[in-house]
């Protein structure tokens, strides 16, 4: 897989596109979707993609490959450094980050696992841990 610099990886939209990249180079077979939001778009192509989802804060990246009780694994990308939780562990009040949490919870009570990622280092880490064949969820 091509290298791509940890400046690059500051960005979402550059983060998004690696994790993705390392997805379809280690896991080929692998069925997943991701979510545009993070790709800047013109203003009413922007609205127009926001119309065709249910909610807000839909994660960016779904795999649906089921492990033990759950249907798929979902991520949601934050770059490396971001904080979604307070230094005390409670969530941050940001309204964005309340939002998408909220879906998160929802998803989960649908039998889906996921939530909150830190950078591509973390992404790679809970990929690859979730489609390790001797990794069972129960």
Known sequence: MKKISRKKLGKEESLH???CTYIKAQYGDVVFITDASGVRLPIGLAAKFSRLKS???IPDIFIFEPK???????L???????RVHLKDGSLSKDKHIQKQNALHEKLRNKGYFGGFI?????AKRI????MDET????
Do not use: M
Request: avoid cysteine.
């Open 17 to 19: 596109s690696a994790v």
């Open 55 to 57: 909610d807000e804060g």
């Open 76 to 82: 949601e990308l934050k770059r490396e450094g971001e």
């Open 118 to 122: 830190i950078g591509f280092d973390h």
């Open 127 to 130: 990929i690859d841990t979730w």
């Open 135 to 138: 990794f069972i969820l129960d």
């Open 68 to 74: 033990g009780p759950y249907h798929g694994l979902f």
